[in-house]
């Protein structure tokens, strides 16, 4: 019996004996290898690759100088651990980040193993360094699955739902989300941390506020060019720190090596994970000097921040960044994927908007686009169609009915249209069913 099952249902079974149902995969199946931009699972069948990883693979699945980095590393050096003797390429990794991350202020930078830990750090840093407890988040963010990482986040279901209690002095206030916003989304948002410093937490008990540039898991919400500006200004005038978490955005994925450049906004502590590591886990935390150095010596670390493989992995990353311009090239990607996109709105009436920033780029799903009632069972069978047609993509937003684009930079023009193609045949198959409502 057990012998004419196919590998995928092999695995399936071991999956649903062995791994518990709260991790779940967008796309189902295993994978078995992956090189470009292209997954091929456990049946030899390849799929383009519109996830990269969830935005880990910026600079492409087995890019042959991360590759070769590591295997390099891996002869010389693995896992002194920083807390023990720090691993020289520690170092060089700190110098190069405190170097592209934006800002000509004096800077250092820890390395950490993830998003949240980048998040959970950048929090302790801030309240070491302004001795005050409150921390303001978003509605509508994600900042990891950590307990002060899922405290910061602005999602309920299913992140939030039955973790609870949640670390205490977090406090939330609405993101500008101009496509479900009435009138000003910057007035709003501001008018919500006003509301906020008047009726909870007065803003000199705040150390700090985290705010993703461009929400990821919220759907690729891109904020009013004044937002961040207006934001950095209440911050300054209440000594509240910023931070920036750029663990999606970042790594030339919005066009620029960071989304905040070009905000006119330097944050005082930037988090970032994700593409840092090709594909290693590593993440980073990077601040003005003076205010990474307020927690005392012991005060930082972890067993396995700075391992010196995931370092290696990321200095090379760093060297295909700018070697390969990759925001450069995000900037082309982006612009022809938006163009489709456009044109797939005349076309579907379920787009209710089109938007993003370099190669982070995404729709929103609706049901009518006059009540923009949100459309997340469509959503899931565009995504179950693009897998059927042999494309990884995957969905966000508080109401699940987002589809985000995540290729990997470094995606061939041939690639790229093979992947738009098969997400418009998705959306076509699905508008035939659906009433045409404008
Ligand atoms: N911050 C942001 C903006 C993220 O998108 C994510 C992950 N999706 C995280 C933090 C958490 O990162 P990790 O999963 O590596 O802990």
New binding site residues.
């Given amino acids: 019996m057990a012998t004419t099952m196919t590998p995928t249902e092999q695995l399936q079974a071991a999956r649903d004996q062995f791994v518990p149902r709260g991790l779940a995969s967008a796309m189902p199946g295993f994978a078995a290898e992956a090189h470009g931009a292209t997954v091929t699972d456990v049946e030899g069948r390849s799929f383009i690759d519109f996830a990269a990883g ?2 880990v693979m910026n600079v492409g699945h087995d890019h042959p100088r991360v590759r070769a980095a590591i295997l390099e590393q891996v002869a010389r050096l693995v896992h002194p651990a920083a807390q023990v003797m720090m691993p020289e390429v520690y170092v060089r990794l700190a110098q190069r980040l405190c170097e592209v991350t934006p800002g000509d202020h004096a800077k250092k930078a820890m390395i950490v193993n ?6 959970e750090n950048a929090a302790k840093i801030a309240r070491s360094f302004t001795g005050r407890p409150a921390l303001v988040s978003f509605h509508n963010a ?5 307990l002060l ?1 899922l405290s910061l986040t602005g999602k309920a279901a299913p992140y939030k739902q039955d973790f609870g209690p949640f670390a205490p002095e977090v406090y939330q206030v609405p993101f500008p989300y101009p496509y479900r916003t009435p009138g000003n989304a910057t007035d709003v948002a501001l008018a919500g941390l006003d509301a906020l410093f008047h009726a909870a937490v007065s803003p000199d008990r705040v150390a700090a506020v985290i705010v ?1 540039p461009i929400q ?2 919220g759907g690729f919400v891109v904020p009013p060019a004044d937002f961040l500006p207006r934001l950095a200004e209440v911050c300054r005038e209440h000594g509240i720190l910023l931070i920036a ?1 750029e ?3 970042g790594f030339g994925r919005a066009g620029r090596m960071f989304a905040i450049e070009g905000s006119g906004v330097d944050a005082d502590i930037v ?1 970032m ?2 593409s840092l590591g090709g594909g290693m886990p590593i ?1 980073a935390v990077v601040g003005r000097a003076e205010v990474m150095d307020a927690p005392t010596a012991g005060g930082l670390g972890g067993t396995f921040a700075g391992n010196a493989v995931a370092c290696a992995a990321a200095l090379a990353v760093l060297d295909v960044m700018a070697e390969e311009d990759l925001p450069a090239r995000a900037l082309r990607v982006g612009a022809t994927v938006r163009a489709r996109m456009e044109a797939w709105q005349e076309r579907f009436p379920a787009i209710g908007e089109v938007r993003g920033a370099g190669a982070m780029m995404a729709i929103e799903l609706v049901r009518d686009r006059a009540t923009r009632e949100p459309d997340p069972a469509l959503t899931a069978e565009v995504l179950h169609l693009c897998h059927e047609g042999g494309l990884i993509v995957l969905k966000a937003g508080l109401h699940d009915n987002v589809v985000r684009l995540l290729m990997p930079l470094t995606i061939a023009d041939a690639e790229l249209e093979e992947g738009l193609l098969i997400l418009e045949g998705a959306l076509a198959s699905t508008n035939h069913n659906r009433e045409v409502t404008k």
């Fill in positions: 969830i935005s993830t998003g949240a830990e980048a998040v994600f900042h990891g699955r950590t990482g993703e990821g898991e978490d663990v999606q955005s988090t994970a994700k993440g």
